[in-house]
Every structure is written in structure tokens, then in C-alpha cells.
């Protein structure tokens, strides 16, 4: 091993079917070194994880870990724990309605036997020596997000971690509850042990980090010093996108503004949402297709969430026309004719045992009212309309969704929305996942709706299709608002240095 190295991973792949998820990667993790994994979505950030925590096993490579004679087998989280690896998850895995003492020996202890006292004594000096707000004896539900990440990492320390991975742990948390994570992360610092940081805000990788890797498409990049990688060349490398690769494949930006009229269909002041969104000033125009661009995390989904109602909002001033109005719900939104086709289709856009048809129909259908149901000759005529519409692949329009393909579940969506006749149509990620065929079929249908005179908000982690499609773009950073680029700005060196800050 390295000198000072305290884990090196050499050569790791996996394999799953059809997919290449991690291809010959190397990473190193030194002694009392905090180390940021970085990439976009599908990089193999979590795989790498899951092959080192042995939730996967590996299919080529080894592991070292300081302590041990030659490499490594771990084949469960049970074998990573024992030889000083612990996880701290995005997620909190730990138990609300037990005490912060219990939930730090759950699983250590035994039985009736279980001296409570002293484990709530030996609790107290390891949450003091940690600087954790925390009473030994607190319910764990009365803590706030910080805290329990908090408990989780003391659990994580008292196991004898020599590595802790900690994966998206400031992704619910406001700036002074990450302020005492990341005391926290340098006192461990200081004692020796080797943080893993996985997340995706760029600031507190330059506050916090000693050293950065970056993956891409499940390979390694590279590995850098914080100092020797500015945040455009790290922006540059996680998007695998070169400054200048782009230039010239841009549509000219007043094209698409013909016809703008002076009132936005939708205007949206210092909007603020339950997920954390620092408050933003947004509006599109008639015939208008704008986007929201940043890196995985940055907040995009997370706006148009709020502009939706399918997130809470919690502050702000929404206009439809010029004229003030309320969302509190997407079906309040649905009514104003704002559609909305969410980045996860699984999750929140298909209903996977319902037909091609029911799919189709059913935006529609809850805002008539499900006690008036159409009939089924006008269902039939809708869903065949759109089927031939989109060219959407499927035996039927009887078939169920989840049997079609993923670039044909998405159309079917879009079929959904396009159906109840939208205004204003917000797009998240429309083409993640499909085929170069069907994306570019999307991208012009873009395109013709904006001609046809509606307003359309486009979302993708691929800056090349937001050029294509999008005449101005908001830049999100770390969920807040940092730019807003149009016409000659409109570059794609403007957009890496203003995700990145300005560097």
C-alpha cells in the first residue's frame, strides 16, 4: 500500500446485465484525509460504494485496507464493519423512537442483561468528545437532521471506523447544521480516520475536502489535489465536456422569443419550497422554451417541483397572466394549464398496471373528475390519436405501460399532458434513459409546440440538448439561483464557470 494510505481500491469492475457499472477503477482514501467522490448521475459513485461496503461483490480487482496482510474479502456490510469500514447514509437508518444511547449500541448489546446506565454514561463522553448537542437519554425523533446524521457517524466511530462513507449527508440540511457536520468531519479529521464524502455541491467539497476522484460512465477520470482542480475543470470533467466542444451547435436565441408578449404566462418572486430551495425569480413567455441547467442536485428538479405544487411551497409570489394565484397542489396547477413530466418516470410518471390507454387519459380524467369517467370509445379515440401521434411502439392500447419500452413509457407521458391541452409544459429529463432516435424526436416536437405558441420549461443533464432546444437558461448551484444566460452569453464556457462559481 501507499504510504499513509489507510484503503486502496485497485482495479475494481462490475458487470450487470447489459451494463458495464464500473470499469478498471482505481481509488486510494489516505489517513485522517477527507476525500470527495464526485460524478454525475450513472458515474458509479453508489456501485463503487456497494462493492466496497459489500452490498456487490466485485468481478475483477482488489481491495486493501491498512491492518490487514494482502487483499480483502467482503462479501456483506457485516464483513465492512468488522474490518473498520461504517456507512453513514443520505437516508437515516437508525431509529426514531429509541434514545440516542440505544440507537448507538443497537445490536451490541445484550438483552435483559443490558447495563443501561453505563451505556448511557459511556454515550454521554463519546457524544462530548464528539462536540454532538445531544443527550444520551434524548429520544431519537426530538433530534434534528443534523443531530441524527450526527448519531449515525458516533455509532459509526465507537464501532473502531478506520474508513467512514458518507453519502449525500448535507443533502436536508440548512448552512448551520452543515457547519456542525462539517466540525464534526474535521475533528474525526484530526483523529485519524479516512472520510469518503459523496455529494453534489460543489462549495462544500472546496470548504471541507483534501483530495477529490471523479467517475464518469463507471471509469475513473481522475484523482486530484482540491488546490490543482478549479471548480470549471471539475464541472468540466464530470460532464465529460471539454471548454469550447459545444460551439457553435446553439440555436439563435431570438428565434424562439417571436411573439413574446410583455406579461409571462407564469411568473414566479422569490419562490422557496420544503426541499430546501433558496428563494428564486423565474418566468417564461409565450412560446418560450427556457431550461434549468447545474449538476445533479443543484436544485432543477427541485424548482420546477415548487412551480408545480408537488412540493410544498413555503414562501413567495406566483402571477398566471399578470394576475396573482395560489398552488398549493399540482391540481391547482393542472387547472391554470401547467403540466408537469417528472425526471423519475417510474416513480411519479407511469401507473405500471394500468394500460397504455388508462395512462393517457388519466391527467385528464382527475381534472373532469373521476365520478364522470369518460366513455370508452372517447378514451379509445384519445389514446389511438396520440399512439399515432408520437409513434408510440406498442401491440395495443390495451397493453400495460410497464411492458414498453422506457423510451416509450416517457412519450406515453407526454401523450398524458400534451392531451389536456397545456399552456405551460414543464419537462424534466424527457429524454434520460432512451434511445438517440426517440430523443430526437422529442427535442423537435420541443420545438413545434413552441412554434404552435406554448410555453415549455426543459430540464436535462445533457448540455448539448439544451442548447438544441432552449433559447435561455437559469444555472443552479448547491439549490440556489446563480445565473441566468441567453443570446450571446448563451456559451457553454459561461455555463461551466457560472455552475462553478465564477472560477
Not at 453508489?46 to 474479502?73: F, P
Not at 432552449?470 to 446563480?482: E, F, N, Q
Request: proline share 3%.
Amino acid at each position: 500500500m501507499q504510504d499513509g494510505a489507510i484503503l486502496e481500491m485497485r482495479g475494481i469492475s462490475k458487470y450487470f446485465p447489459g451494463v458495464r457499472a464500473l470499469h478498471d477503477v482505481d481509488f486510494t482514501l489516505h489517513e485522517g484525509e477527507i476525500h470527495a467522490l464526485m460524478g454525475e448521475n450513472g458515474a458509479g459513485k453508489s456501485t463503487l460504494i456497494k462493492v466496497l461496503t459489500g452490498v456487490y461483490s466485485k468481478d475483477a480487482g482488489q481491495i486493501c485496507i491498512k491492518g490487514s496482510s494482502g487483499s480483502v474479502s467482503i462479501r456483506s456490510p457485516e464483513d465492512a464493519q468488522k474490518i473498520g469500514i461504517s456507512t453513514v447514509y443520505q437516508e437515516i437508518t437508525l431509529c426514531p423512537n429509541l434514545t440516542v444511547a440505544e440507537n448507538m449500541y443497537i445490536g451490541r448489546t445484550k438483552g435483559s442483561l443490558t447495563h443501561w446506565k453505563k451505556i448511557n454514561t459511556e454515550a454521554g463522553k463519546l457524544l462530548d468528545s464528539l462536540g454532538i448537542p445531544a443527550s444520551p437519554t434524548m429520544q431519537l425523533s426530538s433530534c434534528s437532521i443534523a443531530v441524527q446524521q450526527m448519531v449515525a457517524i458516533a455509532r459509526a466511530v465507537d464501532m473502531e471506523c478506520k474508513v467512514l462513507i458518507l453519502d449525500e449527508p448535507t443533502s436536508s440540511l440548512d448552512d448551520q447544521e452543515v457547519s456542525k457536520l462539517f466540525r464534526l468531519m474535521l475533528d474525526l479529521k484530526a483523529k485519524g480516520v479516512g472520510i469518503i464524502f459523496v455529494t453534489h455541491f460543489l462549495d462544500q467539497v472546496y470548504e471541507v475536502c483534501d483530495r477529490i476522484t471523479v467517475l464518469r460512465d463507471g471509469k475513473l477520470v481522475g484523482e486530484y489535489v482540491i488546490g490543482d482542480l478549479p471548480k470549471v475543470q471539475l464541472v468540466s470533467k464530470m460532464l465529460g465536456k471539454e471548454l469550447d466542444d459545444l460551439s457553435g451547435i446553439q440555436k439563435n436565441a431570438d428565434e424562439i422569443y417571436v411573439g413574446r408578449t410583455e406579461v409571462p404566462v407564469f411568473e414566479a418572486i422569490q419562490l422557496k419550497s420544503s426541499a430546501n430551495i433558496k428563494p428564486f425569480d423565474f418566468a417564461i413567455y409565450r412560446g418560450e422554451v427556457n431550461g434549468f441547467t447545474g449538476l445533479l442536485g443543484s436544485g432543477r428538479s427541485e424548482c420546477v417541483r415548487a412551480i408545480f405544487g408537488a412540493d410544498k411551497t413555503t414562501g413567495g409570489t406566483i402571477r398566471i397572466d399578470g394576475k396573482k394565484a395560489r398552488i398549493s397542489k399540482p391540481l391547482d396547477a393542472m387547472k391554470h394549464g401547467i403540466s408537469y413530466l417528472p425526471e423519475d418516470r417510474k416513480r411519479d410518471g407511469i401507473v405500471g398496471d394500468l394500460s397504455v390507454r388508462e395512462n393517457i387519459i388519466l391527467a385528464l380524467q382527475v381534472m373532469k373528475g373521476f365520478f364522470r369517467p369518460f366513455s370508452r370509445a372517447q378514451a379509445e379515440a384519445f389514446a389511438d390519436e396520440y399512439i399515432k401521434l408520437l409513434d408510440i411502439k406498442t401491440a395495443s392500447s390495451d397493453t400495460p405501460i410497464k411492458s414498453l419500452s422506457g423510451g416509450n413509457q416517457q412519450k406515453v407521458i407526454l401523450a398524458r399532458w400534451l392531451l389536456s391541452n397545456p399552456v405551460y409544459l414543464i419537462l424534466d429529463e424527457p429524454t434520460r434513459g432512451i434511445d438517440i432516435g426517440t430523443k430526437v424526436e422529442i427535442q423537435k416536437l420541443v420545438l413545434k409546440l413552441a412554434a404552435e405558441g406554448k410555453s415549455i420549461t426543459f430540464i436535462s443533464s445533457e448540455i448539448d440538448e439544451m442548447y438544441r432546444t432552449c433559447s435561455r437558461l437559469i444555472v443552479m448551484r448547491d439549490r440556489r439561483v446563480v445565473g441566468e444566460l441567453r443570446g450571446e452569453d448563451l456559451t457553454q464556457n459561461k455555463i461551466m464557470a457560472t455552475i462553478a462559481g465564477g472560477d
